[in-house]
């Protein structure tokens, strides 16, 4: 069943989780981050939060109203930097969350809201708290809670740049210069760029750039000569901030966004979030030989 409604989308990212599995392996690694996500996921529904899902060391998570999720917020911050044993290894977390209207479907979230939770959840620093200043309108003294304005960031499907804050959640402000990085504005009003990696070659696309094209075409701006990969397969292009892969081929694309279920495209558009991989032709399983990873930042 689906239903539209305003609810708050909160996304926490362990910051430092790649170090971990180069210097301690992979158990060990897994084992810690997993730890620090059933923390997380403890302080969320302790102010009346919703998992959604796990995304990798990411967790997604709703709450009825923006003070909840700033309160949870918060308390994410104080524990992952005061346990003993997140504090030993060293770990840190970023956090972003926005507050509007959103399709909620088959226990999933999806919608405008989500896209501007998750590009605030992008900007945030380790240890730091991003959202939006239309999330905090509303605000009262309640709980304390204190921002400060960081300017204007532009946000993938929107046209114009939009206003954002973070939440100062330490208790002691003394040294919040060195600790609380704050976002340069002249760095979040940049085009949105879109890096694509295939066989050892980084391409980065901007947003004010052509479409790019991949196919069997020689022509193309990336050329791929295997039988299942048409000869004007699919585009990448940018529409007012936003990616888009837009398929035009016979077999279709398939796209796999972190560890979401893969997707296939077929003659039509499918925006892109974050980071993941794009398989022209086939299966991602299938393609693994030809696999295009990509990144937006």
């Not at 309108?137 to 954002?164: C, H, N, W, Y």
């Not at 039509?268 to 086939?282: A, F, M, T």
Request: hydrophobic fraction near 40%; include cysteine; charged fraction near 25%.
């Amino acid at each position: 069943m689906s239903a539209t409604q305003p609810i708050t989308i909160l996304f926490a990212d362990i910051s430092g989780s790649t170090r971990l599995f180069e210097t301690l392996g992979d158990v060990d690694a897994r084992r810690i981050i997993s730890s620090a996500l059933t923390a997380l996921v403890r302080i969320s529904n302790g102010h009346g939060g919703r998992l959604i899902k796990t995304i990798g060391d990411e967790i997604m998570c709703t709450f009825p109203a923006a003070v909840q999720a700033a309160m949870a917020a918060c308390d994410m911050q104080r524990c992952i930097s005061t346990d003993p044993a997140f504090v030993a290894d060293a770990l840190g977390i970023r956090v972003g969350f926005h507050h509007g209207e959103a399709l909620l479907e088959n226990g999933d979230v999806y919608g405008d809201a989500v896209n501007v939770a998750a590009r605030m959840a992008a900007l945030s620093k380790r240890e730091q708290i991003v959202t939006t200043a239309s999330t905090l309108k509303d605000f009262t003294s309640i709980g304390g809670i204190r921002s400060r304005a960081l300017g204007r960031a532009r946000v993938a499907g929107k046209l114009l740049p939009i206003e954002i804050v973070d939440l100062i959640w330490q208790e002691d402000t003394s040294n919040l210069t060195s600790i609380q990085r704050a976002i340069r504005v002249e760095d979040t009003q940049q085009g949105s760029r879109l890096t694509l990696r295939h066989r050892g070659r980084a391409i980065e696309l901007r947003e004010d750039g052509p479409p790019f094209t991949m196919g069997r075409d020689p022509a193309s701006g990336l050329s791929i000569e295997t039988e299942w990969v048409s000869r004007h397969h699919a585009t990448l292009e940018c529409r007012r901030g936003l990616w888009l892969l837009i398929d035009r081929s016979t077999n279709g694309s398939f796209v796999r966004i972190g560890d979401e279920d893969e997707l296939r495209v077929h003659r039509n558009e499918l925006p892109l979030r974050r980071g993941g991989c794009i398989s022209l032709g086939q299966t991602v399983a299938a393609g693994a030989a030809d696999l295009l990873m990509f990144e937006i930042g």
